[in-house]
């Protein structure tokens, strides 16, 4: 079955023991794009979801889950995942006239909602460098250990800095007992 482009309710049709509704909406009628580039549709929408009239209103609830390729926000890596939403739950007012309900867009933001903001291909990623744009995750760049000694080293030079300034003898001490540790390493 090819997706279709909305997904309406036949209220007039819905008898007292409600409706299943299974399916699936094509990304492109739902205008998903996040715009930033990080997230794009690769698949419809499936969605699962039982309607139920219930006295002047109409009762939505199910799940709903689609593919979405994404760049990785620290690696810059392309990457797919899957999102879902299980627990859908939307009520309609159901006013005289009403003959169909379009859930179309509650569809649409539910999937919004569950995009990552800042998709990450693994928990573990462990991103570009800095300072020459390897990827880290293949290896370890040239610039890393060099980047972290000059990191202490600028912190050293402050605190001695510091030290110098206040004079405190306790701060003397703790900076001589490092001092004898660093030499020890
Ligand atoms: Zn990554
Ligand atoms: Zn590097």
Redesign the pocket.
């Known amino acids: 079955m090819p997706p279709q482009a909305r997904l309406t309710v036949d209220v007039a049709r819905l008898d007292g023991a409600g409706e299943r509704l299974t399916g699936e909406i094509a990304a492109a009628a739902l205008d998903l794009g996040a715009g930033d580039g990080l997230v794009e549709p690769a698949s419809g929408v499936a969605y699962d979801l039982r309607v139920e009239r219930i006295g002047d209103e109409l009762l939505v609830r199910g799940s709903a889950a689609m593919e979405i390729a994404c760049v ?1 926000s ?4 392309s990457f797919r995942m899957r999102v879902a939403e299980p627990g859908i739950v939307a009520v309609y007012p159901l006013a005289g006239e009403t003959d169909f309900v379009d859930l179309t867009p509650e569809l649409r933001e539910v999937m919004i909602l569950s995009f990552p903001r800042y998709p ?3 928990e573990t ?1 462990r ?1 570009l460098c800095q300072r020459c744009g390897a990827n880290l ?1 293949r290896a370890a760049c040239r610039c890393t250990a060099r980047d972290t000694d000059d990191r202490w080293g600028a912190l050293d030079a402050l605190a001695a800095g510091r030290k110098k300034r206040t004079g405190d003898a306790a701060a003397g001490r703790r900076a001589g007992k490092r001092a004898g540790n660093s030499t020890n390493t």
Request: charged fraction near 25%; aromatic fraction near 0%; proline fraction near 0%.
């Open positions: 990785c620290r690696c810059a890596e990450v291909c693994r990623c991103g995750n």
